[in-house]
């Protein structure tokens, strides 16, 4: 599982693992609402609190882990690349 933070809610996904996307922007979790996973938003206008965020990812995740589907999956967002090392042309 990879936990991505996002502020512009790039759609990712990963064919070899589940991507959570993350946000703390209000408009990205707002324009891009079916990408986005956990919503922290609330946490930068005071809303809710930090530990209150922190315990609503980490339920997110616990259900993520016990086979929920993720965003990106949901979608069939399934994009990945090699990179390698060294030179390219």
């Keep these: ?3 991505f933070t996002t502020g512009r809610g790039t759609p990712l996904g990963f064919a070899v693992a589940p991507i959570v996307k993350i946000t703390a922007n ?3 979790a ?3 609402a079916e990408n986005i996973d956990v919503d922290l938003s609330k ?3 005071r809303c809710i609190s930090l ?3 922190a315990a609503n990812l980490g339920r997110f995740v616990l259900r993520a ?3 929920q589907l993720v965003q ?3 979608l069939g ?3 990945f690349g090699f990179h390698s090392i060294g030179v390219t042309l």
């Design 1 to 3: 599982m990879v936990l």
């Design 26 to 28: 209000e408009q990205t």
């Design 30 to 32: 707002i324009r891009m």
């Design 43 to 45: 946490v930068l206008s």
């Design 51 to 53: 530990d209150a965020a």
């Design 65 to 67: 882990a016990n086979r």
């Design 72 to 74: 990106a999956e949901k």
């Design 77 to 79: 967002h399934r994009e």
